[in-house]
């Protein structure tokens, strides 16, 4: 088994066992991911609480629903997870939504101007009247925070955030249509931490033991972050056994054959590996667990380097001069790479450009060092020339030319998400039953007059009776929380030790609103807990719900920066399509003019190209004829196919350049190099989850249409060239 | 001077004698009521189809110098309906029919019905399945003793699960529901006195 596919398989890996032990050099974060100018914005999913909301959906085959037992299920089983829940109906008055409740409670005297005498007294005899009856300890609590029944005001304006077409069951929705019900859960932690949240699941799962409902799906971040990990770690463990059999079975083989010694030349890369992590690491202050994937597995294709020397005579510099063209024209890719806007992409090429120049350097000192340890006998290799094969490279290079025509890349992250057919359903369902309606969102940093705009918003938003929310939604200006304030004053003095029940029993209220402070937003460094599903490191959200598309125009003109949440996340294919467009290009010349310097021959250089372009070209049509979709994590290996099949198109043609058209070291190399390429990444391709699938189909494609490029391709050509050359002579 | 010091003297002395006398049946066991006894206490309310009656509730909280004070009406309609009316010091109508409970509170413009779930009923609901008069569920689920004086106790069988304490019953002439005492968990006591009832015999 060849090193960058073993490479792959043991640092995803490894990458899965750091992600547990969380070392400090270990980042897993979505920032890396993206330029500092879409951050903001693509990353308010994993910032903004607001989002964290999930959904089990339990479905109950016949009779009524049990209500009670279900409610009572729910609290039973969540109260075994409350750590992980900031809010869920099964458990209101616990955790983070108490001390939720408590500030808003206390606020109230903010919000509203003292109401007049007979309002006020109402107000307080409806709280005594509920009080009177036999209630929960928890609740009478409440109620004593709770004189001016702040809680139905918040319950309103929850109801209105819903966007949900379905009844409401306190708290739960329910279909009739389908006799689904679906249960909220807000988790209390980012969605990219799935630790505990695969316990939240368990507890749901035992609520429809209790009251036999099925479950149907789950709908959310945290739910589908872990759904996604799961997948990975299955798709994992498949491809590490099958990896590891492979390994083994080579070493068996080639020991057996008497060329076991190649497993030396892994070794030797290793250090290389450890290098180019330490200098990335050095440069960014932490690596990236998508680099610490790819990194290494790219890396790792400076093996065929190794093969080419290993198999060649032992003074042969020629075969190390076109190594090092071949190192020139990969480190050229990377090179363009480094001026990606993508911070995952300039740290992948910086442990690229490392690991292949360190493994190139740690090779050859082999070679130098230990040239007995390091040679080996080539097998008698031959291929002989075959039309059908000549032919194929050739319907490959065409496939090639229109592939720019024929392939449309999916660039967005969300086709790297991985959705089980449960998730996928329930998630329609909630879409077309539900009349679910994406929000369009809107981020306002911290500034002196972050009060203001966010009132002016929602004056605008009332007038054109356009459902919105916002921290001022919830919370008036600072002027208007001062005026407030003061209306309550006589009022909050009246009380103080007054015996009587009202002074009495609301005694935690009058405690509380005595110490209520007005909030300014554009100062604060701490915001009242009611707005936290609204504010992250200091920028606010804006969530506008439209109800037509008029109304959707309508909100866009005014505030052009509302996007929705598939415009936020295109960004970043945006960013990521506009670079390919220049990066590829790019990349593919500057390997062309090293070629032509060192060939000092256009057809020659383009002759040497053939492998990457019958990669292509396989790949285009493995491609149309399955009708897979490609992501960003295609592009990714389809970079890597052209980086080694450039080098084997290098070989050949430095190879026929010094005299030998046909030498056994050189088939020996790429057949070895080759052959691992495509079992190491055939089993990829029936990976479950898209990211490491896309990865499996561009390199198993790709590897198998550059084998065929290097070996029907480029010496036809070179063969026809020479021909034609002599003829002309 | 000294006639008031020996008045003083000899009412101590009575009120002492008194104490004396009484003791024994003070601090006499409460007697355990059987079932049938149970129900023979509760006849009246047997063949009752539909009952209406006002109440006065004095509830004191626990660390709380001021009792809650309020009035209202009490529905039931049998099979299953209770009707928990609070009319002073404002409307609010606790609404119970099998296991569904509602809240309305407001009138007018400003009525506001919401379902409650069972976990937040907690000690209500306790009192609405004690309202039912059912006297061989009531039998089930409370240990009955008689505290004198037309006094019960209903103790919980599973005290750990019931959201009451006790309750504690009186009845007034022809066995009516006169007073009841509910004993919260918490330490709260809500004291509710009936006051001319109306009642519906089943035909």
Redesign the interface.
Known sequence: MRLRGLVLFCLLFLSLGARAAEPTWYDRSNEALLPANLDKKILIYTDYPAFWWNFAVVEFKTGEIPW?PL??AC?RELAGVSELIRTSPCL?FQGPFAALLKDWSRDYVLRHPLPAPTDLQ?K???G??????????E??SLLRTDPM?AL?ELQDLAKSRAGFSFEN??GFFYDPATKRVLMPLQVDRKPMDVAGVGAVKDAFTAICKDVDCEIAGYFGPHFSSLENEMQTRRDVDVVSMVGWTILILSCVLFTFLGRGRVFLLFFAMVPAMGFAGLFTYLIFGKIHGLTLAFGPSISGLAIDYGLHGAFADKDDREIWRANLLGLCTTLCIFVVILFSQLPILRQIAVFSIFGLSFSYLFLYAFKLKAPALFHLKPFSLKFPPSKIMTGLAGVFLLFAALSPLLLKPNLSLQALNFESPATRHVREWLFKAGEWKAPLIQIQPRSQTLGISLQEQKDWADQQHIKSESAARYLPSPELQSRNLASWAPELARHQNA???I???FEPFWRDAREAQVWDLSQANTVPRYLRDLESNGQWLTLWFPSSAEQSDLIRRQYPDAASSIEILMLFSKTLASELLWMIPLALLISAVFLYLYFSSLQRSLFALVPCLTGLGCFTVCLLATGATMSFITIIGLIMMFSFSLDYGIFVVSAFESGESDPDSLWTSIAFAATTNILGFAPLIFAGHPALQHLGQSLFWGSLGALIGTIWGTPFLLTRFKSWQKARA | MKGARLMTTLTTRILLSLLILTAPTAFAAPREVPATELKTLFQPYASVSELDVDFRQTKTIRGLKTPLKSTGHLKVRQPDLVEWTVLKPSYLQARMQGRKMTLTTGQGENQRTQAVPESETGSLSALVAWMRFDVEQLAKDYTVTELGSNWYSFAPQKPESAPLNKIDVELGPERKLKTLVLHEKSGDRIEIAFESPKVKNKK
């Open positions: 009670g409610r009572k609290e209101p109402a307080y005899d409806a005594l009247a509920k009080a009177s009856l036999p209630l929960p300890p609740i009478l029944s139905d069951h306190q015996e009587t029940p002074g009495d029993f």
